[in-house]
């Protein structure tokens, strides 16, 4: 055999060097492949980082303003004990804008009663105004539902704005810190935070001259046009149109930015500060530099929670007013928020 033929021949591949070529390979992709999950996460926990940072932000800022510039007191009758309330301008705040902030009971024919409002935040108090021990404290959670609800009072044993709760101070029933209030359970089993409502975000506000729901009414029939209203995205969040016939005109649209996804809800209760001396003289006003147990709680100094959430089912939270038993309507994941965030807000 000629050497040119035997040079020829060394040029090739053998079936080994392929398979093994093959292996390194198929490797290699499947290794490449397997990054992707981790990236999208990766992606997705990021956009939830940022959205979530910058709409509670947003919400600080706006309670901010709502403190230092929309800031008004009802004083109960006698003995008469004055709450200070403050009007909150926010997106996703759906109420049109209120005309007379500082008549807390008015009952305007237009606007309906104050503190039945979204926009009404009315900061919390201890059972004891001088207390120093959290039982008496209670958590004041924001949106509630009210305004749509309003057909036979039916949930306002939970709303802690409502007159009658204010007047006696008998708040512990409507704390958000309450086990009976604010909790139900998973499909785990597990006791999580339940909301009843929050505040959605690139709505139209009702009343909108833009939007196609202009009163939200009363009863069953407010709280359909108020669904209507939170599945209405706003122009500028829309993208194309595909025929669903679950919207008026056979047609849903989809928003290219994910911001109407989102919702947020908040609580607030007094914070502690530091007003004891310690052991060494329990009891003595003034400060040790540590905040304990022996501590009061601030009649200007507030614990924020903002919660954020993801599509947030309006209609599960709702079926959850009545803690379910026998295997009944749970919290579902997308009801539970994403991130939370806590901050201190002082008058």
Known sequence: MSRRLIHA??????????????????????????????????????????????????????????????RYSYRTPPPGRVWTYFILNHDGVMDPPVRTPENFLDND???GQI????????????????NQISANEVTFVYPL?????????????????QPS?????????????????????????????????????????VGDPNSPITDPGTGASGYDNYVANVRRVRDEYRGENIASGTLPGGEETIAVDPYP??????????????????????????GDGRITEADHFSNSLYELKVYIFKNFNLNVARDLRTPPTGGGPVVIRTNRPVRRFITLMSL
């Open 115 to 130: 503190w039945r409002k979204d926009y009404c935040v009315v900061l919390p108090q201890g059972t004891v105004v001088q």
């Open 261 to 286: 996804n989102y919702s947020f809800a908040f609580t607030l209760k007094r914070a502690r500060v530091d007003t004891m001396t310690g052991a060494a003289a329990p009891g003595t006003l003034g």
């Open 165 to 205: 709760a204010l007047n006696t101070g008998n708040l512990s029933n409507v704390s958000f810190a309450h086990p009976d209030n604010f909790r139900r359970q998973t499909a785990e089993g597990q006791s999580a935070l339940w909301f009843p409502r929050v505040y959605h975000l690139g709505r139209f506000r």
């Open 109 to 111: 024919p237009a606007e």
């Open 145 to 161: 539902p009210t305004f749509f609800e309003t057909g036979g009072d039916a949930w306002l044993d939970i709303d802690q704005r």
């Open 9 to 70: 021949r060394r040029k090739g591949f053998t079936i080994i060097e392929i398979l093994i070529a093959i292996v390194v390979l198929v490797l290699g992709i499947t290794g490449i492949v397997a990054l992707f999950p981790t990236a999208i996460e990766s992606g997705n926990q990021t956009v939830e980082d940022t959205y979530s940072a910058t709409i509670t932000q947003s919400v600080v800022d706006a309670i901010s303003v709502g403190l230092r510039e929309s």
